[in-house]
């Protein structure tokens, strides 16, 4: 019988291999799993850095693009002050230049008085006397004086205003410059991407650069440039009405005083005369109001239509906006917006309908006062005209002195040796 050969060595039980084999599938199962759990997380990983980094991008340029739109909100402001400042600048010049002939123009009739003055010093005798005519004569020179003062000092004024003027005009010109370069910064950022051939590592970009300031800040000083150019446009504008109220009052003063030393007929005549004028003046003035007040209520009116009608709109969107579903139905931003544009556009309402109210009132008022000017008109007018028949066989054409600037000035050559002579003799008179 032949023997069996057997392989040397060690001998495993069936329950050995079968264990052996059992481990070897458990922890091929586990690892398969760990890769599996740690590939998903993975992924999840970079799906939430993708989405993550392409948000924070996404953020960054619709900041981007608020800051540039905030921005070019204040540059296009800057625009307008630096429009209205020029503007109000050539207004003021001007004005300041028509003071300035107005000044000019107060000689001529200043040599004209002392002329007048100088030649009634000719009288002999009795008719050497303090008349009246002398007294309006002595009273015309102080007058001339007085507003020869009054407009240098506007003149001065002026100067004065225009420099200010032209120091805010330089701050909101300086801001304008700057707000142009940070403009262009900004959108050059914009339009930078991942695909640009200019975008590389940089040295601690996360610094806060020396000088800088919060958006309070920043805004509080483009909001003090605007509101100082505001504030020295309506003191200008209130100097120009001052100067033109100067030029107007003085050369009425004077004209009152011409009219005065004349007769006192034509005096009272000149009196009448200006009545007219004033209430022509205040008639055309309230002819004027009350076409604007009727096209300021007809604005009123369809403004009130339009905030109706977005008041409508709004409350559809907020009722539209209940319908949304289980968890879309969430108080969000644009739910809080529209509830307070809602209130908003009810207090505008009634705002509008109160001024509405307010203005049909003052358009009866209006109409009210233009039926009085307009009777009062009528009387002064009658009166003039038969002051006018009583004297029109007496009366003779009054030719005011033409305005212009003299090549010499007689007032600095004349005035001072001439007033001291005349106040001599009225005190050898007195």
Not at 361 to 375: P, T
Request: charge should be negative; proline fraction near 2%; include cysteine.
């Amino acid at each position: 019988m032949a023997s069996l050969s057997v392989k040397p060595g060690q001998r495993y039980t069936l329950r050995d291999w079968n264990t052996s084999r059992e481990l070897l599938v458990t922890n091929a199962e586990r690892q398969r799993f760990a890769s599996h759990q740690i590939r998903q997380e993975g992924r999840a990983l970079r799906n939430e850095t993708n989405n993550q980094t392409k948000w924070d991008e996404h953020d960054n340029r619709t900041r981007l693009n608020e800051r540039i739109e905030c921005v070019g909100q204040w540059k296009e402001t800057l625009d307008k002050y630096l429009t209205d400042v020029d503007m109000e600048i050539n207004a003021l010049t001007q004005m300041k230049e028509q003071a300035e002939r107005a000044l000019q123009a107060k000689n001529l009739p200043l040599d004209v008085a002392i002329e007048n003055l100088t030649l009634r010093e000719s009288r002999r005798d009795i008719d050497v006397v303090k008349d009246p005519a002398e007294d309006e004569l002595y009273k015309e020179v102080e007058v001339i004086d007085a507003t020869k003062k009054a407009l240098q000092q506007k003149v001065s004024e002026a100067f004065e205003q225009l420099c200010l003027l032209e120091e805010a005009r330089q701050q909101l010109n300086f801001d304008h410059r700057a707000k142009m370069e940070a403009l262009e910064i900004d959108r050059t950022c914009v339009s930078l991407n991942i695909n640009s051939p200019n975008i590389s590592y940089k040295v601690n970009p996360t610094r806060v650069p020396i000088g800088s300031l919060s958006p309070e800040q920043w805004d509080q000083c483009s909001q003090y440039n605007r509101d100082r150019a505001e504030a020295e446009m309506k003191a200008s504008s209130e100097l120009r009405e001052a100067v033109a109220l100067t030029i107007s009052q003085t050369d009425n003063e004077l004209e009152a005083q011409r009219v005065a030393t004349e007769f006192a007929f034509r005096k009272h005549i000149h009196q009448l005369e200006k009545a007219l004028d004033e209430l022509r003046w205040q008639q055309k003035n309230t002819l004027e109001e009350i076409a604007e007040m009727k096209d300021d209520i007809r604005r009123l009116e369809e403004d009130l239509r339009n905030k109706v009608s977005n008041l409508k709109l709004a409350h559809t969107r907020l009722e539209t906006r209940t319908y949304r579903p289980n968890m879309e139905l969430c108080r969000d931003q644009a739910q809080q917006g529209l509830t307070d544009e809602v209130h908003q556009l009810e207090g505008t309402i009634a705002a509008l309908k109160q001024k509405l109210a307010q203005s049909q009132d003052a358009l009866d008022a209006l109409y009210k006062d233009l039926y009085r000017i307009q009777e009062d008109i009528k009387i002064k007018s009658n009166s003039l005209s038969l002051d006018n028949k009583c004297i029109d066989g007496r009366r003779k054409l009054t030719v005011p002195a033409e305005k212009f600037v003299p090549e010499v000035d007689t007032f600095n050559r004349t005035t001072n040796r001439t007033l001291s002579a005349l106040k001599s003799r009225q005190l050898e008179l007195a």
